[in-house]
């Protein structure tokens, strides 16, 4: 895409500085849209359809960072490039714009030039949402109950958008500024890793409905503590949450895979990490012998949140997270269920959530 070509939605209540931004892109070869309001904004992007949004975060009518959630919940727009922009750098930082689905940060004042490059770096971003969407979209959500979520987008975003924070502020950032944001990267990487690997089980599983069975050979007591431990233990690390973690494991031998153990274990405790703030206590154990514990002291969720959430079939409007939790539980289920082990959910809003596994023991 030549730059010259792109539509912009400029959204900003000071009325001379939207002039002038206006200019000056016309003047670089842009075609420009207005509004001094993220009410009017929202109106004007869904009218218009712009290449790219460039938005103020302080403004009456809806702020920038309302005015963000409400385009990504947008069937239309969801996908649009979106720059925040601000005087006051300590209201949102660009990594937390970006958590919250920003695809870059300008602090004002900024020149002309870093204005352009900011803008044809986005444009030349929005490729990644991607030609694949295009050509594949309607086989992924006819394969996975009508839904293709921005799960994916999501962490993708973050990696390319921090990946030019570091290439451009180096020598601005601290060291633990820069230590901060490779960490998010590496979190993100993973986020996309695992929602990948997920995808791909519950592929499989469309594609083989068949259930064949596996045959098992139980893991010793001590292999059923290795995995879980190293798995957990890997979770704990990737959330700089180790010191919120207590294991307690009976000894349980069982009939389940490595593999399929490993990924029930990383699914529920990614889950009550997800679920629960730093500093809330996760314990992971097991009772009566066969059955894997994973509690949280989390938000919890209400009694139709708990009916719905291993329901995979989300409508748009659904947040990255819910859609994780989803992703995460059903495949979580279908695993279970292969292995003829039972999932069971319990959940008090404002107390947290326990998983209860119960496996097949292993013949003594």
Known sequence: MKT????????DDEVTFLETMSAALRGSGHRVVTATSGQDGLKQARQYLPDLIISDINMPGGDGCSLLSSIRADRDLATTQLVLMTGNPTAVTPRRGMDIGADDFLVKPFSLDELNRCIKARLQRA??????????????????????????????????GLTEVLRGDLTQLSAPQYTELLDHIEQAGWHLNRTLRNYLQLLQAKSDPS??????????????????????????????????????????????????????????????????????????????????????????????????????????????????????????ERVTSQCEAT?????????????????RPAAR
């Open 211 to 332: 259930g064949n069975p596996v045959r098992r050979i139980a893991l010793s007591p001590e292999q059923v503590s290795e995995v879980v431990k190293a798995r957990v233990e890997l979770v704990a690390a990737r959330h700089r949450r180790e010191a919120d973690v207590t294991i307690d494991l009976a000894p349980a031998a069982l009939l389940v895979q490595r593999d399929e153990l490993d990924l029930i274990v990383e699914e529920l405790v990614e889950n009550a990490f997800a679920y629960s703030t730093r500093g809330n206590a996760v314990t992971v154990r097991f009772v009566d012998g066969d059955t894997l514990v994973v509690s949280d002291l989390g938000r919890g969720m209400t009694e139709q949140q708990l009916r719905e959430c291993t329901r995979f079939n989300l409508p748009d409007s659904e947040t990255s997270e819910k859609q994780a939790l989803k992703l995460g539980l059903s495949v979580v």
């Open 4 to 11: 010259a070509q792109a539509l912009i939605l400029i959204i």
């Open 127 to 160: 490729q990644v949402h991607w030609r694949v969407k295009d050509r594949h979209l309607a086989n992924l959500r006819s394969s996975v109950d009508q839904s293709l979520p921005e799960e994916f987008f999501t962490p993708l975003v973050s990696i390319l």
């Open 343 to 359: 999932l069971n959910l319990s959940s008090e809003l404002g107390k947290g959530t326990t998983a209860r596994v119960a496996f």
